[in-house]
Nanobody, 127 residues
Framework: QVQLAESGGGLVQAGGSLRLSCAAS????????MGWFRQAPGKGREFVAARSWSGVSTQYADSVKGRFTISADNVKNTLYLFMSSLKPEDTAVYYCAAGVFSWLDGTYYSTSKYDHWGQGTQVTVSS
């Protein structure tokens, strides 16, 4: 089965940018849809962005639309999340996830659709 490892988090000032990476290993031949989620202290894990396995479709939470971009390098088996115009409310632990489900069902935003998760990387945005 696939293992996921995030990196690239850190401390950044409001208005700045960061690029998160998620390296996938093992089981990468499967057609996994990939997602980024985040969890702020005291809050539940929330959807940030998702990419269909083919790369044809991407989806974003309204709160990050126009500021974040999800992409992937299939040769490197790496998923990325480029974050710009960061706000203090973007502060959270960011997780990447992989799942096999029907993209057309429109449930890519649900944590229950993803079977594999990374350990998370902390992003802190200072005001």
């Amino acid at each position: 089965q696939v293992q996921l490892a995030e990196s690239g988090g850190g401390l950044v000032q409001a208005g700045g940018s960061l690029r998160l990476s998620c390296a996938a290993s093992g089981g990468t031949s499967k057609t996994y849809h990939m997602g980024w989620f985040r969890q702020a202290p005291g809050k539940g894990r929330e959807f940030v962005a998702a990419r269909s396995w083919s790369g044809v479709s991407t989806q974003y939470a309204d709160s990050v639309k126009g500021r974040f971009t999800i992409s992937a390098d299939n040769v490197k088996n790496t998923l990325y999340l480029f974050m710009s115009s960061l706000k203090p409310e973007d502060t959270a632990v960011y997780y990447c996830a992989a799942g096999v489900f029907s993209w057309l069902d429109g449930t890519y935003y649900s944590t229950s659709k993803y079977d594999h998760w990374g350990q998370g990387t902390q992003v802190t945005v200072s005001s």
